[in-house]
């Protein structure tokens, strides 16, 4: 039980030590830290179902740039805001369906399926494009990723309503509950009758929506459709998930996990911003919280099976 | 004395899974260890072979105070075991696993690997098993594990062997194989310990034995002087009564009928029908095609030819989707494996198959779901703490009995049980037993494929009897072991003979 509170724990102290850094508590900071998280934790979210099934998707950084840039792409040709959003999560939802769609049909693994579609989405983005940025949106858009709601970053609201669903999701519904047992024993879960594939893709689906409006807050922040935008993102989120203590191996993971997970990477960059610590080292303090993390996981399960 | 034990304790979190376990080995006897599952019969023995340690007690080898860290070093002792779930490398071959972690080395480290797979081949031979060395292990049934798991230990030289009920998937030549090769350890002054269920092995393998209940030793003595029923006594700690004995029903309608199913060589022109109300039995040998059938049926492997009905409509099935929306239910002989999410908790595992029931527009039902849970696990008496207790934990006897009740729950009317009794101690098989009877006298039809040919004499209406992928014949339910051997092994006319 300690164990499985030490996340916290740490979130607890980091937040606590860095309340003695000069211009941490500033509002400024505070809401610049959850602008920069929220587009992490909400693919993370999308990352920590699929992670309990079992799963992994390499692609996330991808899909997010060809949400962002299809999603601003429509509103450059005359969509409103709210259809442009949609659009981008579309978007998102389609390539995640592909995702799972591959790996239940083909029976590849999806680290296989993912880095191949990384390659795929990410060319098609650029072939899309042309390689060139699209800047000609409206000037609300920049609501979703920097604007206010009731004194708190928009951003904030949303990444709330959408750990709320995902957690309603993973632990009310059916969905949810097939998900843990897929990850869990895939064979029991075939056995048992469940429509394994069609689930599966689901999984994949809601995750590449999530990642889909996560790309349309970035877009929305920079107030641009970048091509480029989301290299190397799969990876924060797959660290979110794990540092929350969620299970490479399937059947394991929690959206509160993934949050308090997705946190401490960005106090931790923040931290080391605001001490002036070298970007280069911040990447390698990260790697050894990972490593940390689920070591510690693993002393926590071998001491109870 | 070879190897002694005093009062070894060991605890999981706040499960006590030993309270004082004592054994005594000599050299050159075959010591059985009973008791019913969860007695900690494992426990003892994984202690000793250094895959655990002990919380407390003495261990002492040779009169050697003992404390093994690894399988290593109780390796490096004499100490081997033969596992009960295989413990193999699974994309290596049988004799690169048979000599796996003491491999000959030649010259800057490789590996003689010709001269060991000579060697593997030689030892298979030897003792006449249906194995290759050449094969690889993801290629063999549990039982083909096994044997490699018995070359393994009697490779490494050991001069104390335990076999953790090696012989519960194995056929009955090869069962008695393994008791060959027990005794030649025997002679050769060699300590077996033999963990077993099987009360009718016991007289031609063993010379003592210890029962243990509920994590202590209650019994150690000769063999020879205690009596089926004492024993059964020590194990349970109440008199079991007479053997299990099944008021047969009057046969229903058709549930299953399946009519010239053919698939490849593995299965031939099978055809049957199962009623409702009745216990059918499958046997055979290993390799006959039973599992296969029942895989067949529910729809895990596509057949060529042939077709089946469910309560007379005919049933197309693409994957176990469909054959659970027909109303099969397949309790399969692998539980660990492919019956349960053991990680998963006993409720989650109990309502798995019935989500669709307890749910609305996806969304689950808590208070229904809790309701179901507790009904099933007093229901069938499942001994846990509670729903939420990982199924891992639980005694073989108490996980068969949820996979059982995930589908009574979900509704099936046809069950496929393959192996029910598996690695279940006694009181647990009279159980499964009752919950089968009374499933069938709700209406449910059974399919009960079993290698305990007592077992199916005691509970099926009638026998089916497969020999390598056909049906060899059939036989009423009060038959004789011998009428079904003859089919499952002999042609037709050697049997008549």
């Known amino acids: ?305 | 004395m070879l190897l002694e034990l005093k009062s070894v304790q060991k605890r999981f979190g706040g499960v006590t899974a030993l309270r004082d376990g004592n054994l005594t080995v000599r050299a050159g006897e075959v010591h059985l260890l009973m008791g019913e599952n969860g007695a900690g019969k494992s426990t003892l023995m994984k202690i000793v072979a250094g895959m655990q340690r002990s919380d407390g007690g003495h261990m002492l080898l040779r009169s050697h105070p003992v404390s093994f860290a690894s399988p290593k070093e109780a390796a490096l002792s004499g100490i081997a075991m033969v596992h009960q779930e295989s413990l193999l490398a699974p994309h290596l071959t049988v004799g690169e696993n048979i000599y796996l972690g003491r491999e000959d080395l030649g010259p800057f480290g490789f590996v003689k690997r010709s001269a060991m797979m000579a060697r593997a081949a030689e030892l298979i031979e030897f003792h006449g098993f249906p194995l290759k060395a050449d094969w690889t292990i993801d290629r063999l049934s549990p039982a083909g594990r096994q044997l490699v798991e018995i070359c393994r230990a009697i490779a490494s030289g050991a001069s104390l062997l335990i076999f953790d009920e090696p012989t519960s998937s194995l056929s009955e030549s090869e069962t008695k194989e393994v008791f060959t090769i027990v005794s030649k350890l025997k002679e050769k002054g060699a300590g077996v310990i033999y963990i077993t269920h099987r009360l009718e092995e016991l007289r031609s393998v063993g010379d003592r034995v210890t029962v243990l209940r509920d994590g202590a030793t209650v019994h150690t003595g000769d063999l020879k002087d205690l009596s089926r029923a004492q024993l059964i006594q020590h194990m349970v700690g109440r008199d079991l009564g007479a053997l299990y004995s099944r008021q047969p029903l009057p046969a229903g309608k058709p549930m299953l009928e399946v009519n010239h199913l053919t698939r490849g060589k593995l299965l031939q022109d099978i055809s049957f029908t199962l009623k409702a109300g009745e216990i059918v039995g499958l046997a055979g040998l290993m390799g006959a095609g039973r599992t296969e059938l029942c895989r067949a049926i529910f729809g895990i492997d596509a057949f060529d030819s042939g077709d089946i009905r469910v309560e007379g409509k005919p049933l197309r099935v693409a994957s176990p989707c469909d054959a659970v929306a027909a109303g099969i239910a397949l309790i399969p002989e692998d539980r660990q494996k492919t019956g349960l999410a053991t990680q998963l908790s006993v409720g989650w595992n109990l309502t798995l198959a019935s989500l669709g029931a307890h749910s609305r527009a996806g969304i689950l039902q808590s208070a229904k779901l809790a309701a179901t849970e507790k009904k099933y696990i007093e229901l069938l008496r499942i001994k846990t703490d509670g729903p939420s207790q990982k199924s891992v934990r639980l005694s073989g006897g108490n996980q068969q009995k949820i996979v059982i009740a995930k589908w009574v729950a979900q509704g099936a009317r046809i069950f496929l049980f393959d192996e029910p009794t598996r690695g279940i101690d006694v009181g647990a098989k009279t159980e499964v037993f009752e919950v089968m009877d009374s499933l069938t006298r709700q209406g449910a039809a059974i399919l009960m494929v079993s290698s305990e040919l007592t077992e199916l004499i005691q509970v099926a209406d009638r026998i089916l009897v497969m020999r390598q992928g056909k049906i060899s014949g059939e036989l009423p339910g009060r038959t004789t072991q011998e009428e079904i051997m003859a089919l499952a092994a002999f042609e037709e006319k050697e049997a008549l003979q």
């Open chain 1, 1 to 305: 039980m300690i164990q499985r509170l030490l996340p916290f724990a740490t979130l607890i102290v980091l937040f606590v030590t860095l309340c003695f850094v000069p211009n941490f508590l500033s509002e400024t900071n505070l809401s610049s830290v959850i602008r920069q998280t929220a587009v992490i934790n909400i693919m993370a979210l999308g990352m920590t179902m699929i992670i309990i099934t079992g799963g992994i998707d390499l692609s996330v950084g991808s899909i997010l740039a060809m949400g962002g840039l299809i999603g601003t792409m429509a509103m450059e040709k005359g969509q409103p805001i709210l259809a442009g959003v949609a659009i981008g999560i579309l978007t998102g939802a389609s390539c995640g369906f592909v995702n799972g769609y591959l790996t239940t049909r083909l029976k590849i693994n999806s680290f296989i399926v993912t880095l191949g579609t990384l390659g795929i989405f990410r060319g098609l983005t650029l072939v899309i494009s042309n390689g060139l940025p699209v800047h000609q949106i409206p000037a609300g858009f920049s609501f979703l990723g920097e604007g206010t709601v009731l004194g708190v970053p928009f951003v904030l609201w949303v990444l709330m309503v959408c750990a709320v669903l995902v957690h309603l999701v993973l632990e009310h519904t059916k969905l949810g509950r097939y998900s843990f047992a897929i990850g869990s024993n895939p064979d029991a879960a075939f056995y048992a009758g469940i429509p394994v594939a069609f689930h599966m893709t689901s999984v994949y689906a809601i995750a590449g929506a999530l990642t889909g409006l996560a790309g349309m807050i970035e877009a929305s922040r920079l107030m641009t459709g970048q091509p480029t935008a989301g290299q190397g993102y799969e990876l924060q989120a797959i660290a979110a998930v794990v540092i929350g203590g969620g299970s490479l191996r399937g059947g394991e993971g929690s959206v509160v996990g993934t949050l308090v997970g997705a946190f401490i990477m960005g106090l931790l960059s923040n931290g080391s911003d605001l001490r002036g610590i070298s970007p280069y080292w911040q990447q390698a303090i990260i790697g050894a919280i990972i490593i940390l993390a689920v070591s510690v996981d693993e002393l926590r399960k071998r001491r109870v099976v």
